[in-house]
């Protein structure tokens, strides 16, 4: 990851099940760096910037939003704050 990475998304998985940060993370590798859960239904992941073969990251974005769809199909992608306090 470069020091000056800034891509990040925010979840909503629309479900109450506990969700294992570690195992989220692994279904989206490589293309997510981190899973922070935020608040009690929304976690942010940062994307690596840093890919081999150096994909855009449109296409990284469209990659990790389809593959969020395959696990949470009810889930959505939702606006965040940049100083929101950790949950």
Request: charged share 30%; proline share 8%; aromatic share 10%.
């Amino acid at each position: 990851m470069s020091e000056e990475n800034e891509w990040s998304l925010s979840f909503n998985p629309m479900t109450d099940e506990d969700i294992d940060l570690v195992a989220f993370k692994e279904a989206l590798s490589p293309y997510v760096l981190s899973v922070t859960r935020k608040s009690a239904h929304r976690y942010e992941l940062v994307l690596d910037d840093e890919l081999p073969d150096n994909p855009p990251m449109g296409e990284v974005l469209e990659k990790v939003i389809f593959m969020l769809g395959e696990i949470y199909p009810s889930g959505v992608v939702v606006g965040h704050l940049d100083n929101e306090p950790e949950y």
